[in-house]
């Protein structure tokens, strides 16, 4: 979906590590011509640290005037919120490195975050940099299948990241500082990289894949501060519902009627002291061919009103590529 305000492009821009904007005309010819390139390298590039999104300029001239663009098509790169590569569209080539080259820094930056944060980390693996426990035998970190582009997150506290941030490949903030006082205070410095739910302690999450999965596991961590007020306090999950291939999100209402592929109960003991996170164990025979998951989170452990979720971690098998389709919900952040 294309950017509707400039307030929607500034969110975007401080909530993922590098964003990608095309800047197009309807009308004009080399805009039609270059723009199924740019749904291409999106396809295949498109990851939680890496968004990709369009403007229309006639239609958002203030956004357009303010990065003086006015001879589309003009990408512009950006990386934590500052511009770093202006492009035309006369060298397509140029402007697919010059992404890649900037997903691959942010990556390993990425990286050497997730080392320096030394024993906090479970471990890394290919599929991302944070691991909250170790791998089962034989399967992998697929976290990088999830396509962000079609995340969808009901009852989430605007005031804390969107749903890309579940699945970002950083050490969660609160973990790094070993959840002291810092991070207990609800201090203004504190980046808050995570997910708190609004009205309620129910979230519902639809994320579908880029390619279909075998899932064996997800790793979810959260890391709610400690505090003697345990009413002010979010919770951790404790009850989960988990649905298969759904083509979109369910509602609240709709999931009373829908049957569960597997439901879990979290106690206090299944989540690790030090990283703060709790697996699910699935019935792998039911999650054999996925191309999208729903994480229904029914209630919390404790007294407390909101939930909180830190990251959310894929673990199984990738299999055959789906078809990446159209940008149709680039740019959205639940």
């Known amino acids: 979906m294309d950017i509707t305000s400039p307030q929607q492009l500034s969110s975007l821009l401080s909530s993922s590590r590098i964003v990608v904007v095309n800047f197009y005309n309807e009308w004009n010819a080399a805009c039609k011509a270059i723009n199924p390139l740019y749904e291409t390298i999106a396809g295949q590039l498109s990851r939680p640290s890496l968004t990709f999104t369009r403007v229309n300029a006639e239609q958002q001239p203030q956004i357009a005037t303010s990065y003086s663009v006015n001879n589309p098509p003009i990408f512009l790169i950006f990386q934590n919120g500052q511009m770093?590569?202006?492009?035309?569209?006369?060298?397509?080539?140029?402007?697919?490195?010059?992404?890649?080259r900037l997903a691959e820094e942010?990556?390993?930056?990425?990286?050497?975050?997730?080392?320096?944060?030394?024993?906090?980390?479970?471990?890394?693996?290919?599929?991302?940099?944070?691991?909250?426990?170790?791998?089962?035998?034989?399967?992998?970190?697929?976290?990088?299948?999830?396509?962000?582009?079609?995340?969808?997150?009901?009852?989430?506290?605007?005031?804390?990241?969107?749903?890309?941030?579940?699945?970002?490949?950083?050490?969660?903030?609160?973990?790094?500082?070993?959840?002291?006082?810092?991070?207990?205070?609800?201090?203004?410095?504190?980046?808050?990289?995570?997910?708190?739910?609004?009205?309620?302690?129910?979230?519902?999450?639809?994320?579908?894949?880029?390619?279909?999965v075998k899932v064996h596991t997800i790793q979810i961590t959260s890391t709610p501060p400690t505090s003697e007020d345990d009413d002010e306090v979010p919770m951790r999950p404790k009850t989960i519902h988990i649905y298969t291939n759904r083509q979109h999100n369910l509602g609240f209402e709709e999931a009373d009627d829908v049957p569960a592929t597997q439901t879990i109960e979290l106690k206090e003991s299944d989540w690790d002291e030090k990283t703060g996170t709790a697996k699910l164990e699935l019935r792998f025979v039911k999650f054999q061919n996925v191309y999208s998951l729903v994480l229904f989170v029914v209630d919390g452990d404790g007294d407390g009103e909101k939930t909180r979720i830190d990251r959310i971690r894929i673990i199984g098998e990738s299999g055959e590529k789906r078809d990446p389709g159209k940008l149709e919900k680039i740019g959205d952040e639940s």
């Open 84 to 100: 770093k590569e202006r492009l035309g569209a006369t060298n397509p080539q140029r402007l697919s490195d010059a992404i890649k």
């Open 106 to 212: 942010a990556e390993s930056a990425g990286s050497n975050a997730g080392a320096s944060g030394g024993a906090a980390a479970g471990s890394s693996s290919s599929g991302g940099t944070w691991l909250g426990a170790d791998l089962p035998r034989g399967y992998t970190d697929v976290t990088d299948q999830v396509d962000v582009r079609g995340l969808d997150l009901l009852n989430a506290d605007s005031d804390f990241g969107g749903a890309r941030t579940l699945f970002e490949s950083s050490i969660p903030t609160t973990v790094a500082m070993g959840k002291g006082k810092g991070a207990a205070s609800g201090a203004t410095s504190v980046k808050k990289d995570w997910v708190e739910s609004d009205v309620d302690e129910q979230l519902m999450l639809y994320f579908p894949f880029i390619s279909t």
